[in-house]
């Protein structure tokens, strides 16, 4: 497979690379639905999300797959708790304390999900949150690193399978790296100050524990985490992701989250 990676881009052009890293909400895309077609069949976008049509995904699809390099759309949607079947939210799954369960609900969501032609989940939500007026606290599993730990491992399994690629599943992507459900205030969005040992036994325990066991993608958080975005943080993406943990997986940014580097300044 490194092989096929390395003969793609070396004859990739500079612009079908950036496409591969071009990822479009189909619902809004930015210059119209018809544009994001010539871009399909250009190569210039490389993943779709928030899309729940069949039948635009497979011609979307197969308009990727007549484009030079040929290289297949990889479609995301957040899938947190149920596709069509809607199951409890997390934090009161999570406090049913039983790794069964949420692996069961993750793969049951999967089975939904692949039919309707997703391939990536942007789930699980590994925030932990110790300020209950942060609203997205609703999508994690609360307050302790231990339990986030617990079920990263157990949700990713669900979503993903033993390994990434496994029939019936689908690339999970632990989010959001790192430090997000401790915005100050509880502002969503807002900047978070942690100390690294906090950080290092609190908040990155989940996201080293989904790393360990396989996870396929990462999303970066929107905030600044101590004055640097979470989005352009080598600390967070380099140091500790890739060097320390080994994580040979992609990194997703949050949706615009790239875009607001500009307001980061």
């Known amino acids: 497979m490194s092989d096929l990676?390395?003969?793609l881009l070396a004859s990739m052009t500079l612009e079908e690379k950036l496409g591969q890293?071009?990822?479009i909400d189909a619902g809004m895309p930015p210059d119209g639905?018809?544009?994001?077609e010539r871009q399909i069949a250009a190569g210039q976008i490389g993943s779709l999300l928030n899309i729940r049509?069949?039948?635009r995904l497979n011609r979307w699809q197969a308009m990727a797959l007549n484009s030079r390099m040929k290289i297949p759309?990889?479609?995301g949607l957040d899938v947190?708790?149920?596709h069509y079947t809607i199951y409890p939210l997390p934090i009161a799954e999570a406090g049913a304390f039983d790794t069964?369960?949420?692996e069961r609900t993750a793969k049951m969501s999967v089975e939904e999900t692949g039919r309707a032609g997703i391939t990536m989940t942007f789930a699980p939500m590994l925030d932990v949150c110790r300020d209950p007026r942060w609203g997205r606290i609703v999508e994690g599993a609360g307050e302790d690193p231990y339990l986030g730990s617990a079920i990263a491992v157990a949700q990713g399994r669900g979503f993903q399978g033993e390994y990434i690629g496994a029939p019936g599943h689908i690339l999970a992507t632990t989010k959001h790296f790192a430090g997000y459900g401790a915005a100050e205030g509880g502002r969503d969005y807002d900047a978070s100050y942690i100390s690294e040992a906090q950080m290092q036994n609190v908040y990155l325990p989940p996201f080293r524990a989904a790393i360990k066991a396989g996870a396929g993608s990462v999303m970066s958080?929107?905030?600044d985490l101590n004055d640097v975005p979470a989005t352009g943080n080598r600390w967070l993406l380099t140091d500790i992701l890739r060097q320390d943990w080994g994580f040979r997986g992609f990194v997703v940014s949050d949706a615009n989250a790239v875009k607001s580097l500009v307001t980061h300044g």
């Open 221 to 223: 958080a929107y905030m």
């Open 21 to 23: 890293l071009n990822m």
């Open 100 to 102: 069964d369960l949420w």
């Open 73 to 75: 759309l990889i479609f």
């Open 53 to 55: 049509d069949p039948e």
């Open 5 to 7: 990676v390395d003969r």
């Open 80 to 82: 947190l708790h149920g």
């Open 33 to 36: 639905e018809e544009a994001m």
